[in-house]
């Protein structure tokens, strides 16, 4: 089988791409006379943690015969000799010299071999030991360290030199193929200034200093997290597109959070125009950690894009992207983190999702292909979007509508993507047993700010399951008249609901078995495509003729999602 090549991007906030804490070790705490790491007890630590470092020089060690199992040398008739033998001062011989001496095996381990887990010997400037990220608990940023990796290139390298497969070999991820890294919305970032050669590799400029929050994106420490914004989807969107189109790669991993991945992967899936797959991973436990579960999910996507089972007669991807989490195989449009462990995702809506496996005994499979329109033949990917769209604004006689540039060059703009807002109903909502619009504070307000500061936006409702219906009669009615203003609103179901939204009230896009997340996502692709509805003149009393022309305008609407 001819190596892939696969071109891997970093996400945002992404455990995948994170390592516990770097803890001095007791070797180094003794060193410097410092108090050792302990027991909840009281009693000492029984070993010290080993982290992947590299070696500064050639180092010869001597390994104890029979040490890697216990029972290896129950079958010590089935082993060739020791390299030699250790006498009781620790002196090596070929030869044994008394009963006493230990076989042993000689080993030089040079720093070319790659990384190899060692105690963590590093102290603060201070001389203190380093207990957590931070300097202290609650530190500046300057006083942080981080430990999320700017790029995949070292939780890819540990994979390979460190990661055990099921045969007993390692090198699961470059026996498969060849990867190249890439900083989409890295979860790491180089605060100190980006090296030359990285900046022109990742085209990225002259950056003195990255920031939190600007240029890459942690989740810890946690009073230092950072997420990214929503111009930041014309970000991954352009750069993934370009990098897809290069010609050079036979894939894509991506690697994000877990809460999160899932609506970055239908958003690939439904704006990359791209014949090659783009497998999503993430992890709930760092990698290094105990029982770590990232290293597999990265191993069986890799797997999974070398073996083709995803393209079709035509070599073109036929399934989409796709979410690979513990050996199943998700479509993008169905996947859901339930849990916060590993096997914590599920499909949503509760009618399949899980299209096949990778990573079990054998090659990948699919026994099932989504019907939904995704990457090349997405209807919303990013080279059938239209150069420009009409949004709608609040004018000084009422809502107008203007032309909003979505695109230049090719590439979408990050100041135009549309605002979504995701408005969650419930029960025994209201205040008295009389509808009053005015106490409705927090939509009046938003359709407000949308209207003033936001030509492209939307709503998506997350009623009633499955009907996506609101119980508040007021807030409909200003649902209501956001549509006649313009705004889009899409109703989905509570929760991750089985039925799927009937599509009878023309005023509405009905979300199917979507998730709020899912839609809110969807919609956004699609106000790109469309644009914003037709608004009434007066939206508290529009006349038949407008009403009859957001009818149309939302027809055009529900094909998109009853396609996507």
């Known amino acids: 089988m001819t190596k892939a090549r696969i071109a891997h991007l970093a996400g945002p906030t992404a455990t995948i791409q994170n390592t516990p804490p770097l803890v001095t ?28 470092q590299r070696l500064a020089a050639p180092v010869k060690v001597y390994v104890e015969q029979f040490s890697a199992h216990p029972l290896e040398a129950d079958a010590a008739a089935l082993y060739a000799p020791p390299d030699g033998y250790l006498d009781a001062a620790g002196v090596f011989h070929k030869e044994r010299q008394s009963a006493a001496d230990k076989p042993v095996f000689e080993v030089e381990m040079r720093p070319e071999d790659g990384l190899y887990p060692l105690p963590y010997m590093a ?43 099921a045969e007993g070999t390692g090198n699961e991820i470059s026996k498969l193929a060849d990867v190249v890294f890439y900083r989409i919305l890295p979860p790491g970032g ?3 200034g980006l090296a030359a050669d990285r900046r022109a590799d990742q085209g990225e400029g002259d950056v003195a200093e990255e920031r939190r929050g600007v240029n890459f994106f942690p989740y810890k420490p946690y009073h230092l997290a950072a997420s990214p914004p929503r111009p930041s989807l014309a970000r991954a969107a352009n750069m993934v597109q370009e990098i897809l189109a290069s010609g050079q790669y036979d894939g894509a991993v991506w690697t994000e959070g877990s809460p999160t991945n899932e609506e970055t992967i239908y958003w690939l899936n439904l704006v990359i125009d791209t014949t090659l797959p783009i497998c999503g991973n993430s992890a709930q436990r760092p990698q290094g950690q105990l029982s770590a579960d990232g290293p597999k999910n990265i191993v069986d996507s890799v797997g999974y894009i070398a073996s083709r089972v995803w393209a079709d007669s035509d070599g073109r991807d036929r399934a989409g992207a796709v979410m690979i989490q513990e050996q199943r195989i998700f479509a993008a449009r169905a996947v859901q983190k339930g849990d916060a462990r590993p096997g914590g995702y599920v499909a949503t809506g ?34 059938r979007l239209p ?35 995701i408005v969650k109903d419930s029960s025994y909502g209201a205040d008295d047993y009389e509808p009053d619009i005015e106490r409705e504070v927090d939509l009046i307000a938003q359709t407000k700010y949308m209207l003033e500061k936001t030509p492209l936006a939307g709503y998506v409702v997350e009623g009633l399951a499955p009907y996506g219906s609101m119980t508040s009669t007021a807030r409909t009615q200003l649902m209501i008249k956001a549509a006649m203003s313009g705004i889009p609103v899409a109703r989905v179901g509570r929760g991750n609901a089985e039925g799927f939204v009937p599509t009878h009230d023309p005023l509405f896009i009905g979300g199917s078995n979507l998730t709020a997340t899912k839609a809110r996502i969807l919609l956004i692709a699609c106000i790109l ?26 027809a055009e609407y529900q094909k998109l999602f009853n396609t996507h």
């Open 350 to 383: 509760a009618h399949g999702g899980i299209l096949g496996a990778s990573g079990h005994d054998g090659a990948p499979l699919l026994h099932y292909l989504p019907t939904a329109l995704h990457t090349w033949k997405s209807q919303v990917n990013i080279n």
């Open 387 to 421: 150069e420009t769209v009409t949004g709608v604004r609040q004018g000084a006689s009422g809502v107008e509508t203007v032309t909003v540039t979505i695109k230049q060059g090719g590439k979408l703009l990050d100041n135009v993507i549309p605002k979504v807002v």
């Open 25 to 52: 070790s007791n070797k180094a705490r003794a060193k410097h006379k410092l108090p050792l790491l302990t027991n909840p007890d009281g009693s000492p630590a029984r070993f010290d943690v080993l982290r992947s």
């Open 123 to 165: 102290v603060q400037a201070n001389g203190e030991a380093w207990e957590e990220e931070c300097a202290a608990w609650g530190a500046p940023d300057a006083k942080a360290r981080q430990g999320f990796f700017p790029d995949g290139s070292r939780s890819f390298e540990e994979i390979d030199r460190l990661g055990i497969g």
């Open 190 to 192: 180089f605060r100190s």
């Open 529 to 554: 495509k469309l644009g914003a509805y037709p608004p009434a003149a007066d939206p508290a009393n529009p006349t038949r003729a407008e009403v009859a022309a957001i009818h149309a305008k939302v």
